[in-house]
């Protein structure tokens, strides 16, 4: 499961998971000692939050589970740096400032880890759940040792115990004097060696505890005094010849033989060469002199044999280079002849491919002024082309502008009185639908009106029938009666135009006859408008009698 201390959100998502996946936790360790820069995605000092405040949020997220599992231990890693320590509680948590704000921030936040241990631990008490704080490297007399070469290390003042060891390469100069050979020759030797300690591991830590407190000096009187007695012990198996002529072998078995001597000490001899041998009895000199003597005498002979060769072999060179003079000679006339013959045919070939390198440049010449000439014309036509290609966009473009500024305009004019018209004829035809409508409404409700007015006139008319026929002559009378008024009006509107009217009689009195006539034709008229017999009235019978 993925924890980063750094981010408060992934600490409680770590405990979460955990509390989801492990039903037991018997023993939480806080451990994290983070010393750098720097701020939080949650805003807080990076050493802070890593080092306690990370741990103090995961501690009580599962703070219930180590209750349910009790017994159970809370160990919290501090350090005894938390006595440098000064908590900021107006800023607790913020970075410090100042160029040691991040080791501060350290030192402040195992603070906050010891007084969390603490309190914890009051709070706990008789739960099961004990809580501690430790401090790792603050015991006195720990015998765990660290080596750090090519690196650094932390060092707590006044606690840790540091001590350097040079690893350099060290330079010894040994010497042997009055040694005895295996033939009791006494010889004087000098040797150099170069060492450096070992840095594997394990050699280094033997050679921390063979010289760590001591100076490069002490290291190499140490190696000193071991490669000394092996090139003692080994100039007494040895005799003077074989230590003399091969110096390289003599070098390379002390080198040998020393080796794991001082390997075990932690130390390589990284070479070793003898600087001088000799001695003080002459004895090297004497075996000199009997070398000395024999290379004289072969020098002589040597000398002598060389100038008799000398000569033969001067003469024979000279014979040779005689012969090869003459030889030379002629090889010499021979390739002067071939030079000139060869010089000949080339100045006939070179005046004549330059003849035809200046017809060649003339053709070519002329075809690359006709490929010219074919370019611009190609060109002229590219011109002529782009020019109708403008001019055809030209017109183009003043088709678009007529277009755009004539024909558009009027098509849009058109289109609008085309539009205005159509609206006109719609609205026309609405209009004169809406009149119908309108007609028709008026002409279904005028016939409505003429249907109920006649179905009331029916009703009426029935109900006077039945009003009739119930109260006989005297109500057909009184409607007589009623209507005799309109019948007088209508008889009389025809002379409301008239002004007067003058009744002219004669002799025969046709006047009063006219009169008589026209009240005789009274009950007819009625009886056709109203369907009642005026003649069945006594009254008018009587008057109707009486004329007749």
């Known amino acids: 499961m993925h924890l980063d201390l750094a981010s408060l959100r992934s600490v409680r998502a770590f405990a979460s998971a955990f509390l989801r996946e492990e039903p037991h936790l018997h023993l939480l360790i806080n451990n994290a000692g983070v010393s750098a820069g720097g701020t939080t995605e949650d805003g807080f000092s990076l050493a802070f939050q890593v080092n306690h405040l990370g741990h103090f949020l995961l501690t009580e997220l599962l703070l219930e589970r180590l209750r349910s599992c009790a017994p159970s231990r809370v160990v919290i890693v501090a350090s005894s740096a938390h006595r440098a320590a000064r908590l900021r509680l107006g800023a607790l948590g913020s970075p410090s400032p100042g160029p040691l704000g991040a080791f501060q921030d350290y030192c402040d936040s195992k603070l906050a880890n010891v007084l969390h241990a603490r309190e914890l631990a009051a709070r706990l008490r008789g739960t099961g759940v004990t809580c501690y704080a430790a401090h790792p490297g603050g015991c006195c007399g720990s015998d765990v040792k660290q080596y750090v070469y090519g690196g650094w290390a932390w060092a707590w003042w006044c606690i840790t115990d540091t001590q350097r060891l040079s690893l350099e390469v060290m330079t010894i100069l040994c010497r042997c004097e009055n040694i005895e050979t295996s033939e009791g020759v006494p010889l004087y030797v000098t040797g150099v060696a170069q060492v450096k300690i070992m840095t594997e591991k394990e050699l280094l830590a033997v050679a921390c505890e063979q010289f760590l407190g001591k100076n490069v000096q002490d290291v190499k009187n140490v190696v000193l005094q071991t490669l000394e007695g092996h090139l003692r012990s080994i100039l007494g198996t040895l005799t003077v010849e074989q230590i ?81 003079k003459f030889m030379a000679d002629t090889k010499i006339a021979e390739s002067r002849r071939a030079f000139e013959l060869q010089k000949a045919a080339f100045s006939e070939e070179v005046n004549i491919k330059t003849a035809e390198a200046q017809l060649a440049y003339e053709l070519q010449s002329a075809r690359e002024q006709q ?112 209507a005799l008024p309109e019948i007088a009006a209508k008889v009389a509107a025809p002379l409301s135009k008239v002004d007067e009217i003058v009744i002219l009689s004669g002799e025969s009195n046709t006047t009063v006859s006219e009169v008589n006539r026209l009240l005789a034709e009274i009950p007819a008229s009625v009886r056709a408008i109203t369907g009642v017999d005026l003649t069945k009235i006594p009254l008018i019978q009587k008057a109707t009698g009486a004329q007749a």
């Open 371 to 482: 490929k010219i000439r074919q370019e611009e014309i190609e060109i002229e036509v590219v011109q002529r082309k782009k020019q109708i290609d403008v001019e055809e966009k030209e017109i183009i473009r003043m088709e678009k502008e007529l277009i755009a500024t004539v024909k558009r305009p009027a098509e849009a004019e058109a289109y609008r009185i085309q539009q205005i018209a159509e609206g006109e004829k719609v609205k026309q035809v609405l209009l004169a639908q809406a009149e119908a409508e309108k007609i028709r409404k008026i002409g279904e409700a005028e016939a409505f009106v003429i249907e109920a007015i006649g179905m009331a006139e029916a009703e009426r008319m029935k109900l006077k029938a039945v009003a009739l026929q119930k109260y006989g002559e005297a109500a057909q009378l009184a409607l007589v009666l009623d």
């Open 244 to 324: 003399y002529q091969d110096r390289d072998q003599f070098a390379k078995l002390v080198r040998e033989v020393a080796a794991p001597d001082v390997g075990r000490m932690g130390i390589e001899i990284l070479s070793f060469t003898i600087k001088d041998v000799y001695d003080k009895v002459d004895y090297l000199s004497s075996l000199g002199k009997t070398q000395t003597a024999a290379v004289r005498r072969d020098a002589d002979i040597g000398v002598a044999e060389a100038e008799r060769d000398a000569g033969i072999r001067e003469a024979q060179c000279k014979k040779e280079m005689l012969d090869v």
